[in-house]
């Protein structure tokens, strides 16, 4: 275990791409305010967590600048992405969605989910002025992807937040789910902003009953699993935090019947969604097959009040080959 750690420890941090170490615990890493990774326990069984940080070639924070008085930083205003990408799409219909969401000049940060087969897409971006961080081998469904000219990379760390569940332990099966969190500089600023990224299970909400959860062992999981994103919110660090993440629950019903454990309940403390802020007027669902709002961009609720971060707009991003729409939400940083 120890030299697995130290592996990912020394390893390079160009891309996240490189295959996870074979044998050992899972493997996860993710942005701690203290800069540490810690072992947790699952509370579903026994089986132990690591967590490992990986790291720019060099690390800046506003800890790190000069002393000399700078020029106040003006207001800026970027735009974030969730999308799910669907994993059985083929790669020229996935590398079709991303060209098209990242060629939008309102783009700036890309949460994907189900980006599994995404791999050429992400290495084809980079050579339009994108760089992307996605999870190793055994867990790369998740991968965040920001414009070079906006955003350097300074660290990465994921943690796994819910074991899956196989046929024999539940109906709809499904694998490890993971939390991910990217930490960029902002270029004209030297600031950073965390992003953090996660994919809740299928067949967690019940139809029939908008805004209640199904009897399933997704659903459980899904629970945890939203508790543990919640903790890797609070671990956080920058000037600002977002998220992104295909949430497998409606927003909409989620605020009229604010379920025990869902995701409202759960974050509802930490972070506000982009619908939250500024309703669901003019919007069609993110997700067509069901008609839910169940892709999530969401910012710092601390930030927000400090009167740090505003969301100023959003808009659907129809018409993809994906199942989902992408969710765009315009956010101001001061």
Do not use: C
Not at 85 to 106: E, G, K, M, V
Not at 232 to 248: K, S
């Amino acid at each position: 275990m120890v030299a697995t750690v130290l592996a990912f420890l020394l390893a390079p941090y160009l891309s996240d791409n490189e295959p996870a170490a074979a044998g050992g615990a899972e493997m996860t890493s993710a942005t701690a305010r203290g800069g540490h990774g810690t072992a947790v326990l699952s509370r579903d069984d026994s089986r132990p967590v690591a967590t490992v940080e990986r790291r720019g070639p060099t690390p800046v924070t506003e800890h790190d600048q000069p002393k000399k008085k700078q020029p106040e930083p003006r207001p800026t205003t970027i735009g974030v992405v969730s999308l799910n990408q669907f994993y059985q799409l083929s790669t020229s219909q996935i590398a079709a969605d991303a060209r098209r969401i990242t060629a939008l000049p309102t783009v700036d940060v890309v949460g994907w989910q189900e980006a599994t087969n995404s791999h050429p897409v992400f290495a084809a971006l980079a050579r339009r002025g994108w760089q992307t961080s996605q999870l190793p081998r055994t867990s790369h469904e998740l991968a965040v992807s920001w414009r070079r000219s906006e955003f350097a990379f300074v660290s990465a760390r994921f943690r796994l937040v819910a074991h899956g569940v196989d046929d024999v332990e539940g109906r709809y099966p499904f694998g490890n789910r993971y939390v991910q969190r990217v930490t960029l500089r902002q270029r004209d600023t030297g600031r950073l902003l965390t992003v953090i990224n996660t994919h809740l299970p299928q067949k967690i909400e019940d139809l029939d009953h908008p805004g209640h959860w199904l009897g399933t062992s997704n659903a459980a999981r899904a629970r945890f699993q939203l508790a543990r994103i919640a903790r890797a919110w609070r671990e956080a660090r920058g000037r600002w935090i977002v998220g992104t993440g295909d949430y497998n629950f409606d927003a909409r019903a989620d605020a009229e019947v604010h379920p025990h454990g869902g995701p409202r309940a759960a974050l509802g403390p930490l972070a506000v969604s982009s619908y939250g802020a500024l309703g669901f007027g003019g919007l069609t669902p993110s997700h067509p097959p069901t008609g839910r709002y169940v892709d999530y961009v969401q910012a710092d609720r601390s930030d927000l009040h400090a009167g740090e971060m505003r969301f100023v707009g959003q808009r659907i991003i129809a018409g993809l080959n994906s199942d989902h729409n992408a969710l765009l939400a315009r956010i101001r940083l001061d």
